[in-house]
């Protein structure tokens, strides 16, 4: 877990290079860009649904070594989220404010097929009933290298410490997908988001 705390500045510095202010907000140096963290960066990633199997894989290839592989062997296309990864968010979140979801991923090879995989929806959104939706995006095709998928929006509601979520929805097809960690950001009000890294 230190490792990857540690870690995480490294990413950072990715995300900060694409960072436009809006406001009279001063640039951050990249090792402060982790205090607009809202979560603990980390792998711990909550994996469900009938229709997979995962595993935690040591990986050399991504920031902090560890990962967790999804296979979707049984997809669900009409109901991608049957099948789906998710982690807490921490921290508060108020309407308005610019979050940025970053996560590092890669696909394998399903039945000698080529290397890509589908998530339908990435999204922020309440942890309980009515599960409504905070920010919501979609990332490209994965594809079989290890890749930091980003993707910002600005906040349709608050959410209190704890109360939310990520989640990514994997259940729409047949693939294999593996999951480095997760940063969620909060950077306020005075961000740009057409400007964030993507």
């Known amino acids: 877990m230190k490792k990857i705390a540690m870690l995480a500045v490294v990413t950072a510095l990715g995300l900060a290079g694409g960072l436009a202010i809006a406001g009279p907000v001063s640039a951050a140096a990249p090792e402060g860009v982790m205090k607009y963290a809202i979560n603990k960066p980390s792998i711990s990633w909550n994996v469900y649904g009938p229709g997979q199997t995962n595993a935690s894989v040591k990986d050399k290839g991504v920031v902090g070594g560890g990962a967790v592989r999804v296979q979707v062997t049984a997809p669900t296309p009409g109901q991608p989220w049957a099948n789906a990864a998710g982690q807490a968010v921490d921290g508060k979140i108020t309407k308005g404010d610019i979050v940025t979801v970053a996560f590092w991923a890669r ?28 920010v919501n995006g979609q990332v490209e095709t994965i594809g079989g290298e290890w890749k930091l998928y980003t993707f910002s929006g600005r906040a349709s509601i608050d959410a209190d410490k704890g109360t939310a979520g990520v989640s990514l929805q994997l259940g729409g097809a047949k693939q294999t997908v593996v999951l480095g960690p997760l940063f969620v950001l909060d950077f306020g009000t005075n961000y740009d988001p057409s400007m964030v890294a993507k």
């Open 107 to 134: 696909a394998e090879s399903v039945d000698g097929g080529p290397a890509t995989a589908t998530i339908s929806s990435v999204g922020v959104h309440q942890s309980a009933s009515p599960w409504s939706g905070i």
